[in-house]
């Protein structure tokens, strides 16, 4: 089983800025540390990196295909100061829990998830450049854990971002990515695309991250908040069945890019299945491989009409293009649940809505909205109520009007 990244905040942490918590937590660092074992006072450094929702592109991005989320306005945030020896010492608020390690061997079996993730940062940071002391620091998250939000991809790149102006280590952004994702596969053991950490690292305020998980060429796409909305709708369903689900899918993905190869040897992956291939000889294959390649080569159509609207302002194109990217996810992929069919049924249901879907790898977790500011309410209300009618309990919502950026204060 991979680590658990932080904990949900408290409840009353929606109406804190990002500036409040930078401060407190600079404010109450020296707290969380015993005086006897306190380095030498320092600097201490700042970061912080944010969760995300992906808006269109639903498992194109381990097909080597084009995706298109943004960040929210929820993030992981860690202080950190130098040591004068080479021990780290780390502590979580939202778990409660700290530990304390030689920066040279870390325990990994015997830390707990939180911590795992940020010594996986740290080992990997080691193994590229120097980190020539120990460091302290302290973490608080609050993107919603289990929601697909992509808690840990924010954590490792808040501990990257972090490490590297601790120590002047000077990474590049789409580095920085790339070994955060490393840290996903060698120490959480999950073999996830690299979409959550370059929206994390890359993404930016007021903009859509328009990704070729190729290439990694990356466009910012301006995102309008200023008469819409984002509403984040969590389903509170476990994403038990997720990792593998996930694993399924990849699986059967791959016997599809085997099938494609026969006619096409420049098939490498199914970012490279054109619409014509896939109606050529798609039907010959099991109907559930057709089903599954039919949707990353139409998700992939999606993404890139999507930017698109997004570029010519069009949100009501674009909200068209979220509810076919449900359909296919729920019909065509089978990631989807009663639950999200439910939130989705709802939002589409409600004036003022402009498209929603799932969002995250699915069987659990959250529906993403685009809904004009003045239907906020109305659609937070549509949504509690048809929730508690349906299944018995309130959903968690979250309404995103100003998204973060990754930053080092």
């Given at each position: 089983?991979?680590?658990?990244?932080?904990?949900?905040?408290?409840?009353?942490?929606?109406?804190?800025?990002?500036?409040?918590?930078?401060?407190?937590?600079?404010?109450?660092?020296?707290?969380?540390?015993?005086?006897?074992?306190?380095?030498?006072?320092?600097?201490?450094?700042?970061?912080?990196?944010?969760?995300?929702?992906?808006?269109?592109?639903?498992?194109?991005?381990?097909?080597?295909?084009?995706?298109?989320?943004?960040?929210?306005?929820?993030?992981?945030?860690?202080?950190?100061?130098?040591?004068?020896?080479?021990?780290?010492?780390?502590?979580?608020?939202?778990?409660?829990?700290?530990?304390?390690?030689?920066?040279?061997?870390?325990?990994?079996?015997?830390?707990?998830?939180?911590?795992?993730?940020?010594?996986?940062?740290?080992?990997?940071?080691?193994?590229?450049?120097?980190?020539?002391?120990?460091?302290?620091?302290?973490?608080?998250?609050?993107?919603?854990?289990?929601?697909?939000?992509?808690?840990?991809?924010?954590?490792?790149?808040?501990?990257?971002?972090?490490?590297?102006?601790?120590?002047?280590?000077?990474?590049?952004?789409?580095?920085?990515?790339?070994?955060?994702?490393?840290?996903?596969?060698?120490?959480?053991?999950?073999?996830?695309?690299?979409?959550?950490?370059?929206?994390?690292?890359l993404g930016r305020s007021?903009?859509?991250?328009?990704?070729?998980?190729?290439?990694?060429?990356?466009?910012?796409?301006?995102?309008?908040?200023?008469?819409?909305?984002?509403?984040?709708?969590?389903?509170?369903?476990?994403?038990?069945?997720?990792?593998?689900?996930?694993?399924?899918?990849?699986?059967?993905?791959?016997?599809?890019?085997?099938?494609?190869?026969?006619?096409?040897?420049?098939?490498?992956?199914?970012?490279?299945?054109?619409?014509?291939?896939?109606?050529?000889?798609?039907?010959?294959?099991?109907?559930?491989?057709?089903?599954?390649?039919?949707?990353?080569?139409?998700?992939?159509?999606?993404?890139?009409?999507?930017?698109?609207?997004?570029?010519?302002?069009?949100?009501?194109?674009?909200?068209?293009?979220?509810?076919?990217?449900?359909?296919?996810?729920?019909?065509?992929?089978?990631?989807?649940?009663?639950?999200?069919?439910?939130?989705?049924e709802a939002a589409q249901?409600?004036?003022?809505?402009?498209?929603?879907?799932?969002?995250?790898?699915?069987?659990?977790?959250?529906?993403?909205?685009?809904?004009?500011?003045?239907?906020?309410?109305?659609?937070?209300?549509?949504?509690?109520?048809?929730?508690?009618?349906?299944?018995?309990?309130?959903?968690?919502?979250?309404?995103?009007?100003?998204?973060?950026?990754?930053?080092?204060?």
């Open positions: 089983m991979p680590p658990s990244p932080p904990q949900d905040a408290p409840s009353n942490d929606t109406t804190r800025s990002a500036s409040a918590i930078v401060d407190e937590l600079r404010s109450t660092f020296d707290e969380h540390f015993d005086p006897a074992e306190r380095s030498d006072p320092g600097a201490i450094t700042v970061a912080y990196a944010p969760g995300r929702v992906s808006l269109i592109g639903g498992h194109t991005d381990y097909n080597d295909g084009f995706v298109l989320p943004t960040t929210i306005d929820r993030a992981i945030f860690v202080a950190l100061r130098r040591r004068s020896d080479a021990m780290v010492h780390l502590c979580s608020l939202n778990m409660e829990e700290a530990v304390a390690y030689a920066l040279h061997d870390p325990p990994f079996d015997d830390l707990p998830g939180w911590a795992q993730y940020a010594a996986g940062v740290a080992q990997e940071l080691r193994q590229q450049t120097d980190i020539p002391s120990g460091f302290e620091g302290v973490i608080y998250g609050n993107v919603p854990i289990g929601a697909g939000l992509s808690s840990s991809a924010a954590l490792e790149v808040a501990v990257a971002l972090g490490l590297d102006a601790l120590f002047g280590l000077d990474l590049d952004a789409t580095a920085t990515a790339r070994l955060c994702q490393t840290v996903e596969h060698q120490y959480a053991g999950v073999e996830c695309g690299i979409m959550d950490q370059m929206a994390a690292r007021g903009h859509a991250l328009a990704l070729d998980c190729r290439t990694l060429d990356v466009e910012h796409v301006p995102l309008p908040l200023d008469d819409a909305a984002l509403v984040i709708a969590d389903s509170r369903v476990s994403r038990e069945l997720a990792d593998s689900k996930y694993n399924e899918r990849r699986a059967e993905c791959e016997k599809a890019v085997a099938f494609f190869r026969q006619f096409d040897h420049q098939v490498k992956a199914l970012r490279d299945v054109t619409p014509a291939l896939l109606e050529g000889h798609g039907a010959r294959l099991p109907d559930h491989i057709h089903r599954r390649a039919r949707h990353v080569v139409r998700e992939n159509e999606r993404v890139r009409a999507g930017v698109d609207q997004l570029r010519r302002h069009q949100l009501e194109g674009f909200g068209r293009l979220m509810d076919a990217s449900h359909r296919s996810l729920r019909d065509d992929y089978a990631v989807s649940t009663s639950e999200l069919d439910a939130l989705v249901a409600t004036p003022g809505v402009f498209g929603a879907r799932m969002t995250g790898a699915g069987f659990g977790g959250c529906i993403v909205c685009l809904v004009r500011s003045d239907a906020v309410a109305a659609l937070r209300q549509r949504l509690t109520d048809r929730y508690v009618e349906s299944f018995g309990r309130v959903p968690g919502l979250y309404t995103v009007q100003r998204n973060l950026e990754a930053t080092v204060c």
